[in-house]
T-cell receptor, first 115, second 114 residues
């Protein structure tokens, strides 16, 4: 079965400092992994996705994530946080790996950015 | 182009009443998903339609929940005899490429059962 675990329910950083949101996954297939962001009272937006091409994936708004098979991790990073990055972030795995299927969501990490 | 749309955006209903939630996917997308987002359960899968195949109903929490997709486009999620624990945001997503591509989410319907 496929699953994801987000290791922190809440992360707080200062504006201009790096962001690290941690995610570990479990997948019976070659995994398809995603990070989605949800701003308050807004819909889910795809930040980036990994589908077995390059292990370092670049997304929107300066975010990137590195797929590490040996560590079963897919952590999300950004070199410098901006106030507008404050939101909830979800690490997601596809149920049937690179064959698509339903999405399985982590519990979410709420990112706060202090001025 | 137009994204995934859902209606109504908010719905307040009394316990025991039936509700219908509507999803209009992106035109041409063959796969359509329903998810539910609630405080206690996070984001969870409900049901999945792919083309003319039988839907994957494995995420429906009870037989009070049902969904249909007419003409391979619009989908309706129906909850019968609503309970307070059904209060949640119901999200719809669609994707092209037989479900292989990015899932695009609608804004959701916030359901409150009083």
């Amino acid at each position: 079965a496929q699953s994801v675990t987000q290791l922190d329910s809440h992360v707080s950083v200062s504006e201009g400092t790096p962001v690290l949101l941690r995610c570990n996954y479990s997948s019976s297939y070659s995994p398809s992994l995603f990070w989605y962001v949800q701003h308050p009272n807004k819909g889910l937006q795809l930040l980036l996705k990994y589908t077995s091409a390059a292990t370092l994936v670049k997304g929107i708004n300066g975010f990137e994530a590195e797929f590490k098979k040996s560590e079963t991790s897919f952590h999300l990073t950004k070199p410098s946080a901006h106030m507008s990055d404050a939101a909830e972030y979800f690490c997601v795995v596809s149920d049937r790996g690179n064959q698509g299927g339903k999405l399985i969501f982590g519990q979410g990490t709420e990112l706060s950015v202090k001025p | 182009g137009a994204g995934v749309s859902q209606s109504p955006s908010n719905k307040v209903t009394e316990k025991g009443k039936d509700v219908e939630l509507r999803c209009d996917p992106i035109s041409g997308h063959t796969a359509l998903y329903w998810y539910r987002q609630s405080l206690g359960q996070g984001l969870e899968f409900l049901i999945y339609f792919q083309g003319n195949s039988a839907p994957d109903k494995s995420g429906l929490p009870s037989d009070r929940f049902s969904a249909e997709r007419t003409g391979g486009s619009v989908s309706t999620l129906t909850i019968q005899r609503t309970q307070q624990e059904d209060s949640a945001v119901y999200l719809c997503a669609s994707t092209a490429d037989r479900g292989l591509g990015e899932q695009y989410f609608g804004p959701g319907t916030r359901l409150t059962v009083t």
